[in-house]
């Protein structure tokens, strides 16, 4: 049976880890889902990891909705959410429900992600919310804000974790069906989990959270430059240059074919 929001929210009630990570192509969204994934994230971070951006910003919604299209087509039992990317709902509510309607039809995706929080985002969840669109909410670090943020640890002082703490909460009452929290302390993190009957699904944010996620290319060792709370489970950079280093040679040795 593939996996459906209501069963996240049931996971966190048996106390079972939520198991999220990132796709961007078909044949990655394959692998992860036969391995057992329960939440496949297209996430707007295949602007940096698969299209060469700086930062997760130029990346457009009809980029997001050929990538997205793509994931769902490898997935069969995972539950496939995708990042609404910058300025595609951050105008408005109704902005946001075309933005997030197009992905839902269009790609077949059953869940969008949105950064943010109180009062403006959480508003805009609640909008889609009752147009029956599932939404993943993300605070702390939201890179989408990387200009006003930068990529620093988030609610280190005692007003920012209250902020984060807020939006949080107000995201539940939106709607939402679960949390991602990027990058904060792991006691707001552990605060916000006992806090909220919904799932938090935690990226630097310490142990205490429902579940967790990482961006694939830095799981699996593709990226040169990782963010410290990722954690790289193979070396694929080097086992990858390995296998063309000897595939050069043996073509140029004419011992291929
Ligand atoms: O874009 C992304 O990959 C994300 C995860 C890091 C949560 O938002």
Redesign the pocket.
């Known amino acids: 049976m593939a996996v459906t929001t209501q069963q996240l929210i049931q996971y966190k009630q048996q106390g079972r880890s939520i198991v999220t990570l990132?796709a961007w192509d078909y044949a990655i969204a394959q692998l992860l889902d036969l391995a057992g994934v329960d939440v496949i994230?297209v996430?707007?971070?295949l602007a940096m990891v698969a299209l060469g951006y700086e930062t997760?910003l130029p990346i457009t919604l009809e980029e997001m909705i050929h990538h997205a299209k793509a994931v769902r087509r490898g997935v069969k039992q995972a539950l496939v959410v995708c990042?609404l990317p910058f300025l595609s709902y951050q105008e408005s509510p109704q902005q946001a429900m075309r933005s997030a309607g197009r992905i839902l039809k269009e790609t077949g995706v059953q869940a969008v992600?949105l950064e943010g929080g109180y009062p403006a985002i959480a508003q805009t969840v609640s909008y889609l919310v009752e147009a029956g669109i599932p939404v993943l909410g993300?605070v702390g670090l939201t890179?989408q804000s990387v200009h006003k943020l930068g990529y620093r640890k988030q609610g280190k002082t005692v007003e920012e974790g209250e902020r984060i703490f807020q939006e949080a909460i107000a995201l539940e009452a939106a709607g939402a069906f679960a949390i991602?929290l990027?990058h904060i302390p792991n006691e707001l993190a552990l605060r916000i989990t006992e806090k909220l009957s919904i799932p938090t699904i935690g990226?630097g944010a310490g142990v205490h959270c429902d579940g967790q996620?990482l961006?694939t290319a830095d799981m699996l060792g593709l990226t040169l430059k990782q963010p410290p709370f990722a954690k790289a489970y193979v070396n694929l950079q080097e086992t990858i240059t390995q296998a063309v280093q000897n595939y050069n040679k043996e073509v140029r040795e004419r011992k291929f074919p």
Do not use: A, N, R, W
């Open positions: 990132t994230l996430g707007d971070s997760t990042d992600k993300h890179p991602v990027e990226i996620v961006v």
